[in-house]
């Protein structure tokens, strides 16, 4: 099978999507990744990835307007776009740089027949409108089109503070309808999400179920933490891990940590940054937290040595009907190590954590309630390791990438 992938975040950014495609490369199928130049979550270009220090090289494609790369087996065609920054208008130049230079590549692939596939996989983050030049290909080259979707739009950016009614609104609205019913078949990361297709978009068909998996490295992780001493053994350490966002509602979490400073052996950490980072530490600094600490961001091949110290994880998401249907990756890295999570949350990770019975929930946004959560768990050793067993059984009963890969390739080739 040839799989043109179609993405405006991949490799150097870590999304879960950079896995599947060099597995994928790894069975033997061939993929090409149509993508933009890495910038999340900093904002800013990385390094070695200028556009104007790329159009010099050997790899860039003058007919294609394109940097040409390949890593792990994956051909990768890099677009031209505008970086995120900070700030709203840059985050719209952002996504509407990137629809409008890939949209332009692939009519050109088209147009030339510079690359030939089977099929277009769209993984669809924020913002909807990178499933343009897959719908471009589709209708040029008239090949089927496999949308799997991981943030529901229009309700993404009203859940960032777009006001869900006005001109705007109802233009996002049907812009974002057409282009979901383009897709032959939406595969998507959360049970929940089914609804608001059906619910709110009028499509009910061609559906299908397919939760992310974690990669290999957390499977490897340990659930048992290692304490050298018996006072170390009383020493609670939770961890968030990922993108400190506007939707993460990290704010409970340091709010929490307020809480229970009088604990002093729990201790709070953050480890990762996104655009919500800078407020976030300065809240903490506002609040005189002390039980708190920053790491920022770490490469992923860093990650196990915060898994490891994690006594639990800690899940948290703004309070939002639609954004509570989200089962973010995280939680799938969070359960392959066979550790307990913590939640301030509603909908979908609420429901799995209790299905798996693999730790403790309270309502999105309750900063109390999370700190009432934390401290039941601290103080039941009994359950500890119990909530750690479960959420690995459960991980590799519903997860497991084995499955992933199996359902993925039988959805294609159906």
């Not at 990385?46 to 994956?74: M, Q, R």
């Not at 980072?277 to 609040?287: G, N, P, T, V, Y």
Request: proline share 4%.
């Amino acid at each position: 099978m040839k799989l043109m992938v179609i993405s405006q975040y991949f490799y150097p950014e870590q999304f879960r999507i950079n896995d599947v495609c060099f597995q994928l490369a790894e069975m033997g199928h061939e993929v090409i990744v149509l993508t933009g130049l890495p910038n999340y979550p900093s904002g800013n270009i990385f390094d070695d990835y200028e556009w104007d220090s790329l159009t010099t090289k050997s790899n860039y494609s003058p007919k294609l307007k394109a940097y040409l790369e390949e890593i792990n087996g994956v051909e990768i065609i890099r677009s031209k776009l505008s970086p995120r920054k900070s700030g709203k208008k840059n985050l719209i130049l952002n996504y509407l740089s990137f629809a409008y230079h890939t949209s332009k590549i692939a009519y050109n692939l088209a147009k030339k027949s510079l690359e030939s596939f089977d099929k277009i996989l769209v993984f669809q983050y924020s913002p909807v409108t990178m499933v343009l030049p897959g719908i471009i290909l589709k209708r040029k080259l008239k090949k089927p089109l496999y949308l799997y979707c991981f943030d529901l739009w229009p309700e993404s950016i009203v859940s960032a503070g777009l006001p869900n009614h006005g001109v705007l609104y109802q233009l996002i609205y049907f812009l974002s309808k057409w282009i979901y019913k383009q897709a032959d078949k939406i595969f998507i990361s959360s049970k929940n999400f089914r609804t608001y297709f059906q619910n709110k978009l009028g499509i009910y068909q061609n559906i299908y179920y397919l939760p992310i998996y974690a990669e290999a490295l957390f499977s490897a992780v340990t659930n048992t933490v290692v304490k050298s001493s018996e006072d170390q053994e009383n020493n609670i350490n939770l961890v968030f891990a990922g993108n400190v966002g506007e939707m993460q509602s990290v704010e409970t979490i340091i709010e929490a940590a307020k809480h229970l400073e009088s604990c002093s052996n729990i201790h709070f950490h953050i480890v990762g940054d996104g655009s919500a980072s800078e407020r976030c530490i300065q809240m903490a600094k506002d609040l005189s937290v002390k039980n708190i600490t920053f790491h920022g961001r770490h490469p992923l091949e860093e990650m196990p040595y915060f898994y490891e110290m994690a006594d639990a994880f800690l899940v948290t998401l703004k309070k939002n009907e639609f954004i509570s249907y989200t089962l973010p990756g995280k939680v799938q890295s969070y359960m392959a190590a066979g550790k307990p999570l913590l939640a301030a949350i509603d909908g979908e990770v609420s429901e799995v954590i209790k299905d798996a019975e693999c730790g403790l929930c309270c309502p999105a946004e309750d900063d109390e309630g999370l700190a009432e959560i934390i401290l039941e768990f601290a103080q039941d050793k009994e359950n500890r390791r119990k909530y750690g067993d479960c959420s690995k059984a459960y991980y590799e009963k519903n997860f497991s990438s084995e499955a992933f890969f199996s359902s993925l390739i039988s959805y294609l080739q159906e």
